[in-house]
């Protein structure tokens, strides 16, 4: 059964720093990209970053380029999003969503983790 | 920046059919896919590539394309199936584009 499970959300300050997990269990990780999508609280969707299987090709939304770093760890079926200079735009239930192998969606997801930035 | 267009809400009776279009310049040339999301849940893929159900997906959810817009349809709408749904599609850059959502409430 494939899971998927984020960690490390809280509550921040403005500027501050936050590095999300997520763990993934019951299938080869290393083989599918691996998505951070995210949702404001009473928002729409909001696509935040992709990596490849290998790590080898990366995007970010313009809305977090040059602040956030998405990366994985194969050895530990781990994915991690670094989140930094962050603002109160960034507050949302960010959720970890892999990649499908034969298209651009996204067929399993985490069940979220709440990120709040206030002072 | 590209964009996919969805009607806010969309309100039909118990049996009918629901209709949740989505509109977008790159469809005719990108796949359209849909999810939909409960309350206080993850969302949860319906349709891929414009009208492929995945498994465990009952068969009253159905996908189309026609031009620049892409439709989910529900036939025979249970109580079940209110819930938020949004499309998903890709920019000509490749980047992940998802339309506003559009919520269904079954009267």
């Known amino acids: 059964e494939v899971q998927l499970v984020e960690s490390g959300g809280g509550l921040v300050k403005p500027g501050g720093s936050l590095r999300l997990p997520c763990s993934a269990s019951?299938?080869?990780?290393?083989?599918?990209?691996m998505n951070w999508v995210r949702q404001a609280p009473g928002k729409g969707l909001e696509w935040v970053s992709s990596i490849s299987g290998s790590g080898g090709y990366i995007q970010y939304a313009d809305s977090v380029k040059g602040r956030f770093t998405i990366s994985r760890d194969n050895a530990k079926n781990s994915l991690y999003l670094q989140m930094n200079s962050l603002r109160g735009e960034d507050t949302a239930v960010y959720y970890c969503?892999?990649?499908?192998?034969?298209?651009?969606?996204?067929?399993?997801w985490g069940q979220g983790t709440l990120v709040t930035v206030s002072s | 920046s590209y964009e996919l267009t969805q009607p806010p809400s969309v309100s039909v009776s118990p049996g009918q059919t629901a209709r949740i279009t989505c509109s977008g310049d790159a469809l005719p040339k990108q796949y359209g896919y849909w999810y939909h999301q409960k309350p206080g849940q993850a969302p949860g893929l319906v349709i891929y590539?414009?009208?492929e159900r995945p498994s465990g997906i009952p068969e009253r959810f159905s996908g189309s394309s026609s031009g620049t817009t892409v439709t989910l349809t529900i036939s025979g709408v249970q109580a079940e199936d209110e819930a938020d749904y949004y499309c998903?599609?890709?920019?000509?850059?490749?980047?992940?584009?998802f339309g506003g959502g559009t919520k269904l409430t079954v009267l």
């Open positions: 969503a892999r990649g499908q192998l034969s298209g651009d969606y996204f067929d399993y």
């Open positions: 998903q599609s890709v920019d000509s850059n490749g980047t992940v584009v």
């Open positions: 019951g299938f080869t990780f290393s083989s599918y990209s």
């Open positions: 590539k414009d009208s």
